[in-house]
């Protein structure tokens, strides 16, 4: 089962977003993207709602492994 980083990198991904593109969306910075999709840190909830918003999926997609 895929980590919620890896979900969050292969979502990111398929819908052509590039790092920085996310980021911005979701109003986090490119640093801690990067530590999302590493598995450095995990998103909080909050996150996780406007990533599910801005990758288009429910939030439930994200959270499997959580």
């Known amino acids: 089962m895929a980590s919620i980083g890896e ?3 292969s979502l990111r991904e ?3 977003l590039s790092l920085e ?3 911005a969306r979701t ?20 996150t996780i709602l ?3 918003t801005v990758l288009d999926v429910p939030a439930s997609v ?3 492994d959580k």
């Open 27 to 46: 109003r986090v910075g490119k640093d801690t993207m990067e530590k999302y999709e590493s598995g450095e840190k995990v998103p909080t909830n909050q």
């Open 7 to 9: 979900m969050i990198k």
């Open 62 to 64: 994200l959270l499997k």
């Open 21 to 23: 593109e996310l980021a």
């Open 14 to 16: 398929e819908r052509g």
């Open 50 to 52: 406007k990533l599910s």
